[in-house]
């Protein structure tokens, strides 16, 4: 089993839609929790980080962390066509910062 | 402000060929990492570094190697290229090590090892 488990899609939505994409782990001493998009070529880019339980909301994103079921997820409000993108997530313990396969999104106008 | 730069952009090598994958970032961070990224594998961390003279393994570590002179350079070396190495490779930074600290990630490396 990996320690970061992400459905890599592709998930379709219509614009509009809220958006959840979501992270499973497996290992306990991950503290540190980060999403990421990248665009097709491109390098990835941060979304969001947290280090505690609960929700982290940031203009049409959300990212909330469940510590007792090792579960992540990010939420994409008002979704738009330039949403469409891999979604990432990451996560840290030591000094490892370990990324699910990403999520592919698309989201049709 | 460059941010992390990564060199060549594209790369053909023929099997049991060596090549060294160039990183430099120009925003003092100390901890810097190199990834591979393949279809259906998602990022996987090869090695990474927490400051300069300091490295270790990562997940994929094998195939490759890595140093750190400087804080500002991070390059990869692949001994005796493999078509199995055939992947994009970023490379990314961050400021405090890895705590508390996103990456920023350079735009890639494409190479090819036929």
């Known amino acids: 089993q990996k320690e970061v488990e992400q459905d890599p899609g592709p998930l379709s939505v219509p614009e509009g839609a809220i958006v959840s994409l979501n992270c499973t782990y497996s290992?306990?001493?991950?503290?540190?929790f980060m999403w990421y998009r990248q665009y097709s070529r491109k390098g990835p880019e941060l979304l969001m980080y947290t280090y505690s339980s609960g929700n982290k909301e940031d203009g049409r994103f959300t990212a909330q962390v469940d510590k007792s079921s090792k579960y992540i997820s990010l939420f994409i409000r008002d979704s738009q066509p330039s949403d469409s993108a891999t979604y990432l997530c990451?996560?840290?313990?030591?000094?490892?910062?370990?990324f699910g396969k990403g999520t592919r999104l698309h989201i049709l106008p | 402000n460059a941010g992390v730069t990564q060199t060549p952009k594209f790369q053909v090598l023929k099997t049991g060929q060596s090549m060294t994958l160039q990183c430099a970032q120009d925003?003092?961070?100390?901890?810097m990492s190199w990834y591979r990224q393949d279809p259906g594998m998602g990022l996987r961390l090869i090695h990474y570094s927490v400051g300069a003279g300091i490295t270790d393994q990562g997940e994929v570590p094998n195939g490759y190697n890595v140093s750190r002179s400087t804080t500002e350079d991070f390059p990869l070396r692949l001994l005796s290229a493999a078509p199995s190495q055939t992947s994009v490779y970023f490379c990314?930074?961050?400021?405090?090590?890895?705590?508390?600290?996103?990456?920023?990630f350079g735009n890639g490396t494409r190479l090819t090892v036929t």
């Open positions: 990314a930074s961050s400021y405090s090590g890895a705590r508390n600290s996103p990456l920023h």
């Open positions: 290992n306990s001493a991950f503290q540190y």
């Open positions: 990451a996560m840290q313990r030591d000094d490892k910062i370990i």
């Open positions: 925003m003092n961070h100390e901890y």
